[in-house]
């Protein structure tokens, strides 16, 4: 019985200590990456760099609420999705620049029936956007944004 116990504790032990390492290496390789990170970042042409997680959010003037009312006051419901009843969601992705202006607009859902095109076609129509920012310097942030494609019962 003795024996069966110190194996037991002999075990747990060898256990607690994998788990020690294991924590240790982890925090090694973070400290690592966290370095080789702003080494990059301090030699690194940032015109090229699109970031998708900052510290300050690009943001459409007047907020979230102003862009909901602006794609709902220039959106322009296909003919084509109208007849067949499409609705849905388009997805598009763009990227906000240092000064504001939208570039990059790509579609990455569908619809069809030229739904995408009127989401990119209001997506260029948007004012320049409040630049996102890391570590305090306006940086390019990407974007991604769902233009929701509705039909009322009157527009039906």
Known sequence: MTKLYKSLSLFS?????????????AQEIKTEVIEVL???????DDT???FSVVEDEAEFPGGIEALGKFLASNIKYPQGAK???????????????????INEIKILRDIGYGCAEEAKRVVKLMPKWKPAKQRGKAVRQQFVLPVSFNLSTDEE
């Open 83 to 101: 007849e067949e009843k499409i609705t849905g969601k388009v997805i598009i992705t763009f990227v906000v620049e240092k000064d504001g202006s």
């Open 38 to 44: 702003s080494e990059i970042d301090d030699g690194v």
């Open 48 to 50: 090229l760099l699109v």
């Open 13 to 25: 032990l060898l256990i607690m200590l994998c788990a020690f390492s294991i924590n240790v290496n």
